[in-house]
């Protein structure tokens, strides 16, 4: 399976939200990550056109979880930022050339659809089966030290200052 890179900067903005207190802005969010801002704000208009995420206006105005992070799931992150199509299209290859299967035989899909579907059902099982939540604890673990508070401390700070 290959993935955009927005699935990463996507995940990676769901999970500081999920630390976060207040509105978090798409420019400091890009802040945060050093990535772009404009290309940063496409991807989270994904998440909200996918319910995900949502803005909200004014002065101390941006983007908040729309849902706990335990109950965001990284594959609705996933198909918010790449989409919902399977990863393989079978064309029917079995049908074609010198050897062409007739249409009336082909009454299940053939060895290779069926492994790639099976595949794709445990990707997304395995994906589905993973929280926000589940990879912001995986966080402080993979340190060793509480990180979530320190992305919160950030967040708080005026400016983005380091407050480490």
């Known amino acids: 399976m290959r993935?955009?890179?927005?699935?990463?900067?996507?995940m990676?903005?769901?999970?500081?939200?999920?630390?976060?207190?207040?509105?978090?802005?798409?420019?400091?969010?890009?802040?945060?990550?050093e990535v772009s801002p404009s290309y940063l704000a496409k991807h989270l208009q994904a998440l909200s056109r996918a319910g995900i995420i949502r803005s909200t206006q004014g002065q101390t105005g941006g983007y908040v979880l729309t849902r706990g992070a335990a109950?965001?799931?990284?594959?609705?992150?996933?198909?918010?930022?790449?989409?919902?199509?399977?990863?393989?299209?079978?064309?029917n290859l079995r049908r074609r050339g010198p050897l062409a299967v007739p249409e009336e035989l082909c009454v299940r899909p053939c060895g290779i659809h069926q492994a790639m579907m099976d595949a794709e059902a445990a990707w997304r099982a395995?994906?589905?089966?993973?929280?926000?939540?589940?990879?912001?604890?995986?966080?402080?673990?993979?340190?060793?030290?509480?990180?979530?508070?320190?992305?919160?401390?950030?967040?708080?700070?005026?400016?983005?200052?380091?407050?480490?």
Do not use: K
């Open 126 to 164: 395995a994906l589905a089966s993973v929280t926000l939540a589940d990879i912001a604890t995986g966080i402080d673990t993979d340190y060793g030290m509480p990180v979530m508070p320190l992305v919160a401390d950030w967040l708080r700070a005026p400016n983005g200052e380091d407050r480490r």
């Open 3 to 10: 993935m955009s890179g927005g699935v990463e900067w996507a």
């Open 71 to 91: 109950e965001i799931t990284v594959l609705e992150v996933v198909q918010a930022i790449d989409g919902e199509e399977p990863a393989f299209r079978c064309t």
């Open 12 to 33: 990676h903005c769901c999970v500081v939200l999920s630390a976060a207190e207040a509105p978090v802005s798409g420019s400091r969010l890009a802040e945060l990550h």
